[in-house]
């Protein structure tokens, strides 16, 4: 029986995931070198699906299939690929099978994939490209990166403002190069200026006399080509935008950019923030261990120094942790509870900002509830640990101290957590990648400081 092989039960959880009994039934027709039963399995599969089958299996396993899969293997699978095995799925593909899978991509997908590849497998998708399509590609692949004009697609449907609905109509059948999937027609002046969006909905619910101007909606966005994508992406989220013209320096028509494209941009700003608060930077679970291990390790640097700081205050109340042992037994709850306090007050500052919610006009009302927020429940739990240090310590004192090194601490840690990520926005530095690391070196120093400072002044 096969590893992969498991029970047919699945959970409601593992609904669309893909389940062992079927990657294990696609290895053993690898192995067995069995191309029509592999081509049986596979051809239901979403592209997804079978980009998550390659980046789950070995890199043998890969290339075999890759290798036996042959002139089956679709374009979209490209586009779907995490981009830390896109490349060496592009090697294995012989060159008239890439060509193939890339003509049939938009011209934004083709993009998507130039512009994370290395040279030799950039000349490769070129070479596989008609002329007019490679043409496009490069000069998509001009623009800077992360803007509006890598993300956008140039197949886009157009009409002159002054076109009836039956003109459009006729124009659409006519067309022989019609973009497989579009949401809207864009009206355009005489110089090419986008003047409006007709919902393909619409055009066919209306006569064929009506003028398309009267059918323009109300919410009408313009992304220049030079608009970084996480702006897109906020602004198609905000408006509730399904497709947007994209314009040049002059104002006219060059592209088009579709919600599922913004969409992954969201997802990838919403994962990158996560990734580093954590510390762990951009990667994926088929990364390499020397290429993981040097992604984490400047992080863990940091911690490190901020370590050290902390320990540096403590050293300079050695004397009064050696007549009370119990502070060395409560200080970690102290600095415990400060770093989550501010971990969380930080999570909320930094998913804010990058939803432009958290901006200068109610910033100091943020920071006002936070520290609120700080000091109840830092007189919560001041009461609690009050409490268990008389029973556990026989010592009012000594509970009195903990209970209001809490309080400082937690109303630090608000205040810390908030204001910190904004003044780094300011700065032009991304919050969530640096955030943390000055965040917890406060909630310990405060905490240590705050805890044998008080124990120092009270119990001596």
């Given amino acids: 029986m096969s590893e992969y092989e498991t029970d047919t039960f699945e959970s409601e959880d593992e609904v669309y995931e893909l389940s062992r009994r079927d990657v294990g039934a696609v290895l053993e027709a690898v192995e067995a070198g069995a191309r029509d039963e592999l081509i049986s399995l596979m051809e239901p599969m979403h592209a997804a699906d079978i980009a998550d089958l390659l980046e789950q299996i070995s890199s043998a396993d890969r290339y075999a299939l890759i290798e036996l899969y042959g002139v089956e293997f679709d374009g979209e699978i490209l586009s779907e690929l995490d981009e830390s095995i896109r490349e060496d799925v592009i090697s294995a593909l012989r060159p008239e099978v890439l060509a193939e899978a890339v003509r049939e991509l938009e011209s934004?997908?083709?993009v998507d994939l130039l512009e994370d590849l290395e040279q030799p497998q950039q000349d490769a998708i070129f070479s596989a490209l008609d002329d007019a399509d490679a043409m496009v590609a490069r000069q998509a692949l001009?623009?800077?990166?992360?803007?509006?004009?890598r993300m956008m697609q140039r197949e886009v449907v157009a009409a002159p403002e002054h076109w009836?609905?039956?003109?459009?109509?006729?124009?659409?059948r006519s067309s022989e190069d019609l973009p497989e999937q579009f949401y809207h027609v864009v009206l355009v002046d005489p110089r090419m200026h986008p003047v409006g969006n007709v919902t393909l909905g619409r055009i066919m619910g209306a006569p064929r006399k009506q003028p398309l101007r009267d059918l323009t909606e109300e919410v009408f966005q313009i992304i220049p080509v030079d608009q970084d994508e996480g702006d897109v992406a906020y602004a198609f989220n905000q408006y509730h935008l399904i497709s947007a013209p994209v314009v040049d320096d002059e104002g006219r028509l060059v592209g088009v950019i579709t919600i599922d494209d913004a969409m992954v941009v969201l997802d990838e700003e919403h994962e990158e923030d996560i990734l580093r608060l954590a510390g762990v930077g951009e990667g994926s679970l088929t990364d390499r261990v020397i290429s993981t291990t040097k992604?984490?390790?400047?992080?863990?640097?940091?911690n490190l120094v901020t370590a050290v700081l902390a320990s540096l205050v403590i050293a300079q109340f050695e004397g009064v942790i050696s007549d009370f042992v119990a502070l060395a037994v409560l200080m970690?709850?102290?600095a415990s509870m400060g770093g989550n306090a501010g971990t969380q007050s930080l999570t909320v500052a930094v998913r804010a900002i990058a939803t432009k919610d958290l901006t200068g006009s109610n910033v100091w009302r943020v920071i006002r509830r936070e520290v609120l927020v700080g000091a109840v429940n830092g007189a919560i739990f001041a009461l609690v640990m009050g409490v268990v240090c008389l029973l556990w310590f026989s010592s009012a004192t000594l509970g009195l101290v903990i209970a209001s090194a809490m309080v400082i601490n937690l109303v630090v840690a608000g205040f810390a957590g908030t204001v910190i990520p904004v003044a780094l926005e300011k700065a032009g530095v991304d919050p969530a990648l640096a955030s943390g690391a000055f965040v917890t070196t406060v909630t310990d120093v405060v905490g240590f400081f705050a805890f044998l400072?008080?124990?120092a002044l009270v119990l001596v």
Avoid: C, H, N, T
């Fill in 108 to 110: 934004d997908d083709v």
């Fill in 332 to 334: 970690p709850i102290v």
């Fill in 295 to 302: 992604r984490r390790f400047p992080w863990l640097a940091v």
């Fill in 142 to 149: 001009s623009y800077p990166e992360e803007s509006a004009g």
């Fill in 453 to 455: 400072g008080l124990a």
């Fill in 164 to 172: 009836s609905v039956g003109d459009v109509i006729d124009f659409m």
